[in-house]
Nanobody, 127 residues
Framework: QVRLMESGGGSVNTGGSLQLSCVGF????????VGWFRERPRKEREGLAV????????TYADSVEDRLTISRDRSKSTVYLQMDSLKPDDTGVYYC????????????????????WGQGTQVTVSS
C-alpha cells in the first residue's frame, strides 16, 4: 500500500515561492498518478495538479494558474510542487495522494479516487 508524506510548507510574503515535496513509500511499480491538493480555510479540498510517475505526463486543474509546476524524480520516489508568485489566497494545507494509473497519463480526477494521503504541509502567505 502506497503511503505519502509531504514537506516544504512554510510562511512567506506575497510574491514569494515555495517548493513542496511529496515522498512515496510502498511503490510496486511506476503506474501511479500522484496528485497535489490543497484545503483552504472554510473551503473543500481541491485538486491542483497530477503527474504520472512513470512517463511524467502532467495535468493541471482548470482553476490552476501558471504559478504552479508539478514535477517528479523517480529515483527519489518524490513529486514536487513549485509554487511561485504566491498570494494570501494560496494559504492552506497542501496534501499529496496517489491512485493507480490505468493509462500512461493521468487526469486530475476527484479527491475520493486517491489514497495514501499524508498529513499535509501548511502554507501561509502574508500580505
Amino acid at each position: 500500500q502506497v503511503r505519502l508524506m509531504e514537506s516544504g510548507g512554510g510562511s512567506v510574503n506575497t510574491g514569494g515561492s515555495l517548493q513542496l515535496s511529496c515522498v512515496g513509500f510502498g511503490w510496486t511499480d511506476d503506474d501511479y498518478c500522484v496528485g497535489w491538493f490543497r484545503e483552504r480555510p472554510r473551503k473543500e479540498r481541491e485538486g491542483l495538479a497530477v503527474i504520472h510517475m512513470g512517463v511524467g505526463k502532467m495535468t493541471y486543474a482548470d482553476s490552476v494558474e501558471d504559478r504552479l509546476t508539478i514535477s517528479r524524480d523517480r529515483s527519489k520516489s518524490t513529486v514536487y510542487l513549485q509554487m511561485d508568485s504566491l498570494k494570501p489566497d494560496d494559504t492552506g494545507v497542501y496534501y499529496c495522494a496517489a491512485r493507480h494509473a490505468l493509462f500512461p497519463g493521468c487526469s486530475m480526477g476527484y479527491v475520493g479516487q486517491y489514497s495514501g494521503w499524508g498529513q499535509g504541509t501548511q502554507v501561509t502567505v502574508s500580505s
